[in-house]
């Protein structure tokens, strides 16, 4: 049961990773018009907005929550990357996305949303990373005995 902040933590990371480096490039390979594959891209990365805030939540939650030594400290340690990465989903979605959907400078505004995307799959990374490194204390202990 303690483990499950990095069960969440691994599942922001790898929605992140499957739908950004791995299925929306796909729809553009074979889907067969980019406007298409533009559109329903828009409408997955609605859905992975919701689910980072969800998940982020979640965190958020646990790292109240949990009064466990080891996973609450790395749960504090990981807070600014969660609302980092829930803060970055919800600008893309309500502010890059609807310029992008109006092809208002879509070059530009495609480059900041991609830019923000891959900020939000850093924290999300940064947050699984902080929840599973090994405790100092703990590797400590377990040289001295």
């Known amino acids: 049961m303690r483990a499950w902040p990095v069960w969440v933590a691994a599942l922001w990371w790898g929605s992140l ?3 950004g ?4 490039p796909l729809l553009f390979v074979y889907l067969p018009t980019a406007a298409l594959a533009g559109s ?3 409408k997955l990365f609605e859905f992975q907005t919701w689910v980072s805030v969800l998940l ?3 965190l958020l939650m646990a790292s109240r929550a949990l009064r466990w030594p080891v ?3 790395r749960a504090q340690a990981a807070t600014v990357f969660i609302i980092g990465g829930m803060l970055l989903a919800l600008l893309v979605q309500f502010g890059v996305s609807p310029r992008i959907v109006a092809q208002e400078n879509l070059r530009l505004w495609h480059t900041v949303g991609s830019v923000m995307y891959f900020l939000q799959w850093f924290c999300a990374a940064a947050t699984f990373w902080t929840l599973v490194k090994p ?3 703990i590797s400590e ?3 001295i005995s």
Do not use: P
């Open 40 to 42: 329903t891209a828009a």
């Open 71 to 73: 996973i609450s400290a």
């Open 21 to 24: 480096f791995g299925v929306v």
């Open 135 to 137: 405790d100092a204390t």
């Open 56 to 58: 982020g939540l979640l």
């Open 141 to 143: 202990a377990a040289k």
């Open 17 to 19: 990773t499957t739908l």
